[in-house]
């Protein structure tokens, strides 16, 4: 079976359910950032957003990036801090604007 893993295919994932994933930060960043302090990050693959938000809420610049547009809705939705951009994007072939 050969799926292609486009937009498509990923906003017709998120939209079939109503949560794709727990709505909690992942471990690995939460110990990973530990002791930091805030400053910018890119999320790749941020589907809605949980790790993205929680790094925002904590003082972080978040560039949060998704191919689904759906995911990206529910993202913008659940933020309340100001300090994310949302943006869609195909990661295979999207680059980062210089900082």
């Not at 993205?52 to 560039?63: D, F, K, M, N, Y």
């Not at 809705?73 to 951009?85: K, S, V, W, Y």
């Not at 949302?86 to 604007?97: G, N, R, S, T």
Request: aromatic share 8%.
């Amino acid at each position: 079976m050969n799926v292609k893993l486009d937009a498509t295919f990923w906003d017709e994932a998120y939209r079939s359910r109503n949560a794709a994933w727990s709505g909690e930060p992942n471990d690995r960043i939460v110990n990973g950032v530990e002791g930091l302090q805030p400053g910018r990050a890119l999320d790749v693959g941020c589907g809605d957003g949980a790790d993205a938000i929680w790094l925002a809420e904590r003082g972080w610049q978040v560039t949060a990036t998704d191919i689904s547009s759906i995911a990206l809705e529910r993202g913008r939705a659940n933020d309340r801090t100001g300090h994310i951009e949302w943006l869609q994007a195909d990661i295979l072939v999207w680059e980062p604007p210089p900082s």
